[in-house]
T-cell receptor, first 114, second 113 residues
Framework: AQSVTQLGSHVSVSEGALVLLRCNYSSSVPPYLFWYVQYPNQGLQLLLK??????LVKGINGFEAEFKKSETSFHLTKPSAHMSDAAEYFCAVSKGFGNEKLTFGTGTRLTIIP | GAGVSQTPSNKVTEKGKYVELRCDPI?????LYWYRQSLGQGPEFLIYFQGTGAADDSGLPNDRFFAVRPEGSVSTLKIQRTERGDSAVYLC???????????FGPGTRLTVL
């Protein structure tokens, strides 16, 4: 079975500060890993994904994440927070064999302090 | 292009009633997924279609829940004898034949009174 743990249900950072959202996973096979963002009253939007190859993945809106197999982690970072980054962020894992179901973490709500 | 659409956006019903939730995937996407998101939680997988057939329905909580995709495009999630615990946002996602990215719709918020 696969699982995802997101440490910190709420994270607050000042505008311009580093954003770090933590995600650890458990998977019996090499995983595919994803970060999704959910703005209020909107659907989930893919930020970035790791499938194979380079372990540092760059996504939209200046976000990036690094797959660390030894730590079973896939933390999301952004060097400088913007007010528009305030949203709910979800880490997810799939087996990656094909069109496989996603297993999501419980989410982290990011608040940006002006 | 058009994204995944879901109707209705909101549905309020009474305990014991039957409801249908509709999902229109992105044109050409062969895979379709249903998830359920309860308040304060991440989405939880319900069922996955590849074409017309349910490839994985392991997430359906009980036999009150059923989903169909008769022509390999639009899908309907059906809930019989609704219970207050069914209240949640029901999300639909579709994926092209190449794997690994799912595109989500805005969801249907179901409230069972």
């Amino acid at each position: 079975a696969q699982s995802v743990t997101q440490l910190g249900s709420h994270v607050s950072v000042s505008e311009g500060a580093l954003v770090l959202l933590r995600c650890n996973y458990s998977s019996s096979v090499p995983p595919y890993l994803f970060w999704y963002v959910q703005y209020p009253n909107q659907g989930l939007q893919l930020l970035l994904k790791y499938t194979t190859g380079a372990t540092l993945v760059k996504g939209i809106n200046g976000f990036e994440a690094e797959f660390k197999k030894s730590e079973t982690s896939f933390h999301l970072t952004k060097p400088s927070a913007h007010m528009s980054d305030a949203a709910e962020y979800f880490c997810a894992v799939s087996k990656g064999f094909g069109n496989e179901k996603l297993t999501f973490g419980t989410g982290t709500r990011l608040t940006i302090i002006p | 292009g058009a994204g995944v659409s879901q109707t209705p956006s909101n549905k309020v019903t009474e305990k014991g009633k039957y409801v249908e939730l509709r999902c229109d995937p992105i044109s050409g996407h062969t895979a379709l997924y249903w998830y359920r998101q309860s308040l304060g939680q991440g989405p939880e997988f319900l069922i996955y279609f590849q074409g017309t057939g349910a490839a994985d329905d392991s997430g359906l909580p009980n036999d009150r829940f059923f989903a169909v995709r008769p022509e390999g495009s639009v899908s309907t999630l059906k809930i019989q004898r609704t219970e207050r615990g069914d209240s949640a946002v029901y999300l639909c996602a579709s994926s092209p034949t190449s794997p690994d990215e799912q595109f989500f719709g805005p969801g249907t918020r179901l409230t069972v009174l």
